[in-house]
C-alpha cells in the first residue's frame, strides 16, 4: 500500500475510535459513589480537580467549549454535590468553581480506574516502542491543530 493510501486508512480509523469512544462515553457509571455519572460529568470534574480552583471560562477553553456549556454542566454537578461555586474574594466578578468532597472522591477514583484501564491497554501494545507512541502523538497533535483550525475559522464566521 502507498503512504496515501494508508494515511487514508489511518484517518478512517481515528474516525472509527471517535465513534467508539462517543458510544463508551454515554453510558453512565459509578465512580465511588452511588451517583451515576457519565463520563462528560467525570471529564469536567477532572479539569476541575486538576485545577484545584478554576473559572468557567477557565474550564470552557480547557474543554474547548462554551462557558454557557460549561455553566450548564457545573450546574448539573453542583446539583450532585460533586462541586462548589463562589464568588473570589478577591474579585467579586468571578466566580471559583471547585470540588466538594465527594466530588474530590469521584476524581480520586476516576484517576485510579484510569491509570489501571491505561496498564491493561499498555499490556496488549508492547510491539510498540515508546517511540511509536510520540510519532503517534505528534501525528494527532498535527491533526488536532488542523482540525481546531476549522473549528475556529467556522466559529469565527457565524
Known amino acids: 500500500m502507498d503512504k496515501e493510501a494508508i494515511f487514508y486508512e489511518l484517518m478512517e ?8 469512544i462517543n458510544s463508551y462515553e454515554s453510558i453512565p457509571r459509578k465512580y465511588g459513589t452511588e451517583d451515576e455519572l457519565y463520563m462528560i460529568e467525570v471529564h469536567t470534574l477532572n479539569v476541575i480537580g486538576d485545577q484545584v480552583k478554576t473559572t468557567t471560562s477557565e474550564i ?12 450548564q454542566m457545573v450546574d448539573k454537578l453542583i446539583k450532585k454535590d460533586l462541586v462548589v461555586k463562589y464568588r473570589n474574594p478577591d474579585n467579586y466578578r468571578e466566580l471559583n468553581i471547585e470540588l466538594t468532597p465527594k466530588g474530590k472522591l469521584v476524581y480520586d477514583y476516576h484517576k485510579k480506574l484510569d491509570l489501571e484501564e491505561y496498564r491493561n491497554y499498555l499490556k496488549k501494545l508492547e510491539q510498540f516502542t515508546a517511540e511509536d507512541f510520540e510519532k503517534y502523538i505528534t501525528l494527532l497533535n498535527v491533526i488536532n491543530r488542523k482540525t481546531q483550525s476549522v473549528l475556529n475559522d467556522k466559529k469565527s464566521t457565524m
Open 60 to 71: 470552557a477553553e480547557i474543554k474547548n467549549c462554551t462557558k454557557s456549556a460549561v455553566s
Open 13 to 20: 480509523t481515528i474516525y472509527e475510535t471517535s465513534r467508539v
